[in-house]
């Protein structure tokens, strides 16, 4: 299922993207915080899978495994059926490389690991005490101009810093990706969600599922009985139900790849997505 995102259709900018509710994350793909080859032939099954299940965007970042999720992610996208026009691909930049040049570098080292020639959104994974937000957008800008990067976003950015960027960015800010999930409503609390709803900018939910650790109470089992359905697979509808929110769950498991971009085509009711709603912010903050 696609999620059609139509920005400022009132204005001169109007700017159009489709993008699916559900994608997939790469975090642990090829490794964790450093590269771990020995785990290459469960990384790139893990994303052949995903590509043949039918996941168009996939969400990595240059951190991700130091670059082998980026490598992983290009190998299984070249050796796919799967065109990559027909792919949304997006990276990010490390808090690290945010000055001009930097920048600049960071993404073409993602291009030569994805072995493409853009990436479809670039995100500044996230804010870095002391950075020159200005500097930044100039060189994400100019990625932009040079057709590198489609579009521009951000991740685990708080309300100001959020306008900052919007006012920094030659061309719409898409998303504020940040940590989303039935316990955890932070970025409804600090306003985020609600200003992303009313201005078009997507929330990507990250961590969707948390490990596992969503806790099953009565609410969430009655609702997944009622659809057939797991209880982590309600967890994603209740997200992508939202206005303006998809999510980008991980999973090595062939099972819980395809669950969760079937997740993308469950229909709560608005008395669901209430009750989901009261369970959480009355019994688990
Ligand atoms: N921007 C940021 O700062 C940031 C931070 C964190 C994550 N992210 C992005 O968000 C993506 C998702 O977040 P995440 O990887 O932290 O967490 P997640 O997707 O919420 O959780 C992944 C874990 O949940 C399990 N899982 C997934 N689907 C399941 C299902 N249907 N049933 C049961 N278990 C399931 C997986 O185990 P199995 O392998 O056994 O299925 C895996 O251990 C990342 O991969 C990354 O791309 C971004």
Redesign the pocket.
Do not use: C
């Given at each position: 299922m696609k999620y059609e995102i139509i920005h400022n259709t009132s204005t001169s900018s109007v700017h159009r993207l489709t993008l699916p509710k559900i994608g997939?994350?790469?975090?642990?793909?090829g490794g964790e915080s450093s590269a771990d080859p020995t785990t290459d032939s469960v990384s790139l099954a893990?994303l052949h899978f995903a590509l043949e299940v039918g996941y168009t965007h996939f969400?990595?970042?240059e951190m991700?495994a130091n670059g082998h999720a980026e490598d992983l992610l290009g190998k299984a996208v070249r050796s796919s059926k799967v065109k990559r026009e027909a792919l949304f691909i997006t990276s990010?930049v490390t808090p690290s490389h945010l000055k001009y040049k930097l920048v600049l570098k960071a993404c073409e080292n993602s291009l030569r690991r994805l072995k493409m020639d853009y990436v479809d959104l670039y995100?500044i994974?996230?804010p870095q005490v002391g950075m020159k937000l200005e500097e930044t957008f100039r060189a994400l800008n100019k990625l932009v101009r040079d057709g590198k990067v489609k579009h521009l976003g951000v991740?685990?950015f708080n309300l100001k810093l959020l306008k900052q960027s919007q006012s920094f960015s030659e061309t719409p800010i898409i998303t504020n990706?940040?940590?989303y999930?039935l316990p955890d409503h932070a970025y409804i609390k600090n306003g985020v969600l609600e200003y992303c709803q009313q201005n078009d900018i997507l929330v990507?939910a990250?961590?969707?599922?948390?490990?596992?650790s969503i806790r099953v109470n009565k609410t969430l089992g009655e609702i997944a009985k009622a659809h057939s359905a797991?209880p982590?697979?309600i967890a994603?509808a209740w997200l992508v139900m939202q206005p303006r929110v998809i999510?980008?769950?991980?999973?090595?498991?062939p099972?819980?790849?395809k669950?969760?971009f079937d997740?993308a085509d469950i229909s709560l009711s608005a008395d669901e997505m209430q009750r989901l709603d009261n369970a959480w912010n009355k019994n688990d903050e």
């Open positions: 997939f994350g790469t975090w642990k793909i893990a969400d990595t970042a991700y990010k995100l994974h996230w991740s685990n990706q940040v940590p999930r990507t990250y961590s969707p599922v948390q490990f596992r797991t982590f697979q994603l999510t980008i769950p991980m999973s090595f498991d099972k819980h790849i669950e969760n997740a």
